[in-house]
T-cell receptor
Framework: AQSVTQLDSHVSVSEGTPVLLRCNYS??????LFWYVQHPNKGLQLLLK??????LVKGINGFEAEFKKSETSFHLTKPSAHMSDAAEYFC????????????????FGKGTHLIIQP | NAGVTQTPKFQVLKTGQSMTLQCAQD?????MSWYRQDPGMGLRLIHY???????DQGEVPNGYNVSRSTTEDFPLRLLSAAPSQTSVYFC????????????FGNGTRLTVT
């Protein structure tokens, strides 16, 4: 069985300050991990993914995440927040046993709402 | 590039009514899926399909039906709407490849009164 926990339901930062969104996972197999972003009234969009290559993964819009197996974490960071970063962020774990891209192998976190203060 | 298109964007139903949420993708993706999103609960998988003619149940399939007659289309049917089905529904598609990202539509906001 696999699971994912997003440790904060809401995070508020000031524009220009660093962003940290925390995600812990549990998986019996070598997992793949993803971060998706959802802007208001939109569908989810892939930010970045980890698939057992480099542990530091760079994504779009200046975001990056580091896979730490010893801590079972995959936290999302950005050095300097922008107003356009205000959105909901989802951490997703994929069981590597699943050979395809099927949705049945994915587990979504409950989301973290990122608020950017001017 | 249209990507994943969902219609309608908004819908209000009365309890007991039926309706179909439409989903179409133009990326020739084999995998398609339906999720519902409720506050504080993330996304929950309703049904999914690994190709035309093949569907399977996800985490919360009760009250919903799907079919996949073509690669492009994956409609979701509510058989007899209930207030508990008030939610935002998302359709997604992906390639048949390990770790392929999901491509989402913009959602259908459904209210059942």
């Amino acid at each position: 069985a696999q699971s994912v926990t997003q440790l904060d339901s809401h995070v508020s930062v000031s524009e220009g300050t660093p962003v940290l969104l925390r995600c812990n996972y549990s998986s019996s197999y070598s997992p793949s991990l993803f971060w998706y972003v959802q802007h208001p009234n939109k569908g989810l969009q892939l930010l970045l993914k980890y698939t057992s290559a480099a542990t530091l993964v760079k994504g779009i819009n200046g975001f990056e995440a580091e896979f730490k197996k010893s801590e079972t974490s995959f936290h999302l960071t950005k050095p300097s927040a922008h107003m356009s970063d205000a959105a909901e962020y989802f951490c997703v774990v994929s069981d590597q046993r699943y050979s395809g891209g099927g949705a049945d192998g994915l587990t979504f976190g409950k989301g973290t709402h990122l608020i950017i203060q001017p | 590039n249209a990507g994943v298109t969902q219609t309608p964007k908004f819908q209000v139903l009365k309890t007991g009514q039926s309706m179909t949420l439409q989903c179409a993708q133009d990326m020739n993706h084999e995998y398609m899926s339906w999720y519902r999103q409720d506050p504080g609960m993330g996304l929950r998988l309703i049904h999914y399909s690994v190709g035309a003619g093949i569907t399977d149940q996800g985490e919360v399939p009760n009250g919903y039906n799907v079919s996949r007659s073509t690669t492009e289309d994956f409609p979701l049917r509510l058989l007899s709407a209930a207030p508990s089905q008030t939610s935002v529904y998302f359709c997604a598609s992906s390639e048949r490849m390990r770790n392929s990202p999901l491509h989402f539509g913009n959602g259908t906001r459904l209210t059942v009164t």
